[in-house]
């Protein structure tokens, strides 16, 4: 029987001006890393006689999500990581996310990153969790076996 661990999860950011982990031992939030396609691959189109067409959009574009403690160091890494690409449009949408699970083989590899937005902060009884979300103009990626 496969076994599956958080722990075999690495997860880089390489972007103009920082090389940042956000893998395990990143102070990662239970709900951990998402890698969420933008749009569907496919539009089927079904005509007046019921005959039918599919169209294969090129589209690989998508969404990564990061979710950290908020007491995780990275979180002020990619704050001010945001601060310094926001400055320059030269600067901004330049990040490559890698998330790999050494155990399985699973690589994602998602280009032209820019961060969505600030992320939300709650201060309440219990420490929160931070959530970066970055658009991806291209997600590529392999799923291992275990």
Known sequence: MATYSFLDVNATLVGAGAVIDLGSGAANAEEGISIVAANDKNTMTIGADGEGMHSLHADKSGQVTVRLLKTSPKNAQ???????????????????ITITNSSSGDTTVARSCAFKKRPDLNYRKDGDIVEWVFDSVKIDGILGTY
Not at 78 to 96: E, T, V
Request: hydrophobic share 45%; proline share 0%; aromatic share 10%.
């Open 78 to 96: 990619l704050m001010a990581l945001y601060d310094a690409q926001s400055l320059s449009s030269s600067l901004w949408g330049q990040n490559l």
